[in-house]
């Protein structure tokens, strides 16, 4: 496991999140070549974040003025990739070692595998960033 660090702007978001829905966020990247603000918040905490019909998360939408996209934190690294790539049903993390460097090969269904990188890569880029300040793993491939 890495150190986490967040930026003011991450710590500011962080508070606002937490104060309108309640629940817990370990981590908050600030995506602007995306236009969006990514939350990892405590295992458990997904249904405080979202809400009865979404409430929770569209206030913090507004408040902010930006996409919003959730993940739930998990100890193990596997488990935490999957939730990243949610809501692909991934069939089995693999993290490999090689050469000094850490990777996480993802199996997906090959209907799924579009949705896995998302418009642009956007779902994968999630995943690999969130992989990387989590886990310290140096890259992220799908299978």
């Given at each position: 496991m890495t150190e986490v660090k967040?930026?003011?702007?991450?710590?500011?978001?962080?508070?606002?999140f937490e104060s309108l829905t309640r629940a817990v966020a370990r981590d908050c990247v600030v995506d602007d070549e995306n236009e969006r603000i990514i939350f990892v918040v405590k295992k458990g905490d997904m249904g405080l974040a979202i809400g009865k019909n979404g409430n929770s998360i569209n206030r913090v939408k507004k408040?902010?003025?930006?996409?919003?996209?959730?993940v739930e934190y998990s100890e193990m690294v596997d488990e935490f990739i999957a939730?990243?790539?949610?809501p692909v049903s991934v069939k089995k993390v693999q993290v490999v070692s090689k050469d000094e460097?850490?990777?996480?090969?993802?199996?997906?269904?090959?209907k799924d595998r579009g949705i896995a990188i998302g418009k642009n890569g956007r779902n994968i880029q999630k995943a690999k960033v969130l992989a990387?300040?989590?886990?310290?793993?140096?890259?992220?491939?799908?299978?």
């Open positions: 967040l930026t003011t702007d991450g710590i500011r978001y962080i508070a606002l408040s902010i003025g930006k996409h919003i996209e959730i939730n990243a790539l949610q460097k850490k990777f996480a090969y993802v199996e997906v269904m090959s990387q300040r989590h886990y310290g793993l140096d890259d992220v491939i799908i299978q």
